[in-house]
């Protein structure tokens, strides 16, 4: 009798870790769906050079020398904008990726 009692116990720590891991897997399912949607909402704004640098996977001064580079047709206003000299740079990814 005292072995069932055991063997139960032990059954239903079991089932509540089976039930702790399935609610866990549920919730990183629905965290990567939302990663998902915000890296959309992401490439098509404006986000400021070091997100845009983190998201293409370049430093940020390789960001900046390729947008300055006369060579490169990287229009400010459309690809990049800057409020003032010296002041904080965005990209807005969407049309980056597609001067690259």
């Keep these: 009798m005292k072995y069932i009692s055991v063997l139960t116990n032990s059954f239903e ?19 990567e769906e939302e990663l998902i949607a915000l890296r959309a909402v992401t490439s098509q704004s404006w986000v400021s050079l070091e997100k845009a640098a983190l998201e293409i996977g370049k430093s940020p001064s390789a960001i900046r020398q390729l947008i300055k580079n006369p060579k490169k047709n990287m229009l400010e206003g459309r690809v990049w904008k800057q409020t ?7 990209i807005n990814l969407k049309e980056f990726r597609k001067s690259i």
Excluded: H, P, Q, T
């Excluded at 720590?13 to 965290?31: G, Q, S, T, Y």
């Excluded at 003032?84 to 965005?90: D, E, K, L, Q, T």
């Design 84 to 90: 003032c000299r010296g002041g904080n740079i965005y």
């Design 13 to 31: 720590k079991i089932m509540n870790k089976a039930e702790l891991i399935d609610n866990i897997e549920e919730r990183v399912f629905i965290l």
